[in-house]
């Protein structure tokens, strides 16, 4: 976890900055497609800076990026992340390149039924992330294409920790994810509330009242400004 600790702290913050990149890229539809192509890109980072125990054969976390693109950015973000590691994991080569390609796409896959799997919940809890780290461990599977001493190393030395990683990585990461989906569908669903006063683009009383109860509930604490309008006739 400490030499993986600066590409997934580079996650953690385009993670976090998820809903001002939506809103700088103008929607739902471009956003996911950056973030994805960033998130392709911290994989590329990681496979890059790998443990390398033989020629060709790189251990790293590049499936945490991957399989949290396929669960919160969609498919159109799945495609973009997976495109970069793909290729990035095609160009390094080596006797691990085809086991390493299809652990991308079952952590992409995983991340991807995960998604479909937890579409209905309001709000994805730690149990839910969890449950996606485990899926992702699946993944790893993709090692029994390797030449059967470099596989029998890797499901008995690295597998294991590489597990252990995703259960820690991956709640911690899509739970930042979690929260700014969760505010940007709040938002969402404001601006198409008919208790938004379309003239004056302000919140009428009693959205403004429900408007405080959501930011109250996601616990963000930035300081809340009113501004009250009286119409005098």
Not at 36 to 48: E, K, P, R, T
Not at 108 to 114: D, F, S
Not at 165 to 189: M, N, Q, S
Request: with cysteine; proline share 5%.
């Amino acid at each position: 976890m400490i030499d993986f600790a600066s590409s997934l702290a580079l996650l953690a913050l385009l993670s976090w900055s998820y809903g001002i990149l939506r809103r700088r890229f103008g929607g739902a539809k471009l956003a996911p497609v950056v973030l994805g192509g960033l998130f392709g890109f911290v994989a590329l980072l990681q496979m890059h800076a790998p443990i390398e125990p033989a020629e060709g054969l790189i251990i790293d976390l590049r499936a945490v990026p991957v399989a949290l693109a396929g669960a919160f950015l969609g498919r159109a973000g799945l495609v973009a992340c997976m495109t970069v590691a793909l290729a990035a994991r095609y160009g390094i080569g080596g006797i691990g390149m085809i086991a390493g390609m299809t652990g991308i796409a079952l952590a992409g896959g995983a991340g991807l039924i995960w998604h479909r799997m937890t579409a209905h919940l309001g709000r994805r809890r730690f149990r839910d992330l969890l449950g996606l780290a485990v899926c992702v461990s699946a993944s790893l599977t993709g090692a029994v294409l390797l030449p059967a001493p470099h596989g029998a190393w890797f499901f008995s030395q690295a597998a294991p920790a590489l597990a252990a990683a995703y259960l820690v990585a991956i709640p911690a990461i899509g739970a930042l994810l979690e929260r700014e989906r969760i505010i940007l569908k709040l938002e969402d669903d404001m601006k198409a509330d008919a208790r938004i006063d379309p003239a004056s683009g302000l919140y009428t009383v009693p959205g403004f009242a429900r408007r405080i109860a959501e930011t109250s509930a996601t616990g963000r604490v930035a300081p809340v400004r009113a501004v009250m309008v009286l119409e005098l006739r």
